[in-house]
């Protein structure tokens, strides 16, 4: 069985209760509290903030060329794409340096970004790959899913859109190839490590929502 196949199977709860969180549900309805997309937009900062960073710090372990290339791609997209549509909610909200200065850290986004880190730290090149990609893998799924529905709050809708293009299935397909190859690659207690990497990342996912619905403190 392919990686992909596998870790989706073993991680379909964590997803499904992304898909059925109140703060996904409120996003389609236009009725998710201002304070509480605010709240997720701050948090989210901070972990994108370390994900471009982690891209770069794999592709530096990584014997392969391209995995390298890959990698080094993908932060390059991720400053030129996601992160710059942040910075237009940020701007849209007035989220100032202050703001974001003044914002503690949640203790799931401080979880998640270290959680990724430990897979690089402990792990290995393959299961810090597979720990990353339930976040772009999920968010592309939830994209196209919301998309068929909208959302009547634009801010919102401009979330849903980010996540929906054709641009985000060409690469969560060449992710899903790459780590599947990787897999294949791998010995056993590899195998077992990017598995755990995927399924931890996915309940993190999960929970991220949550973070953000109950405006999560220490």
Not at 84 to 93: A, P, S
Request: proline share 3%; charged share 25%.
């Amino acid at each position: 069985m392919l990686f992909t196949e596998l870790a989706r199977e073993k991680s379909s709860i964590f997803w499904e209760r992304s898909f059925e969180h109140p703060f996904i549900q409120g996003l389609v309805s236009g009725e998710l509290a201002p304070e509480v997309f605010r709240y997720y937009l701050l948090q989210d900062r901070y972990y994108l903030e370390h994900f471009s960073k982690l891209y770069f710090l794999i592709a530096k372990k990584s014997a392969s060329e391209e995995i390298q290339a890959h990698l080094r791609l993908n932060a390059e997209e991720l400053k030129n794409g996601e992160i710059f549509v942040r910075e237009g909610f940020f701007k849209e909200l007035e989220i100032g340096e202050q703001e974001i200065l003044e914002t503690p850290v949640a203790p799931t986004a401080y979880h998640y970004v270290s959680h990724m880190y430990r897979q690089l730290i402990d792990g290995s090149v393959n299961s810090a790959i597979a720990g990353m990609l339930p976040c772009a893998w999920l968010y592309h799924e939830i994209g196209l899913r919301l998309i068929e529905v909208g959302s009547p709050n634009p801010l919102y809708q401009k979330w849903i859109e980010t996540y929906a293009s054709e641009e985000a299935t060409v690469q969560i397909a060449k992710e899903c190839d790459i780590i599947n190859r990787l897999y294949q690659e791998s010995d056993e207690q590899e195998q077992e490590q990017m598995l755990e990497a995927f399924l931890i990342s996915s309940k993190m996912e999960a929970d991220f929502w949550e973070m953000a619905l109950v405006l999560e403190k220490w």
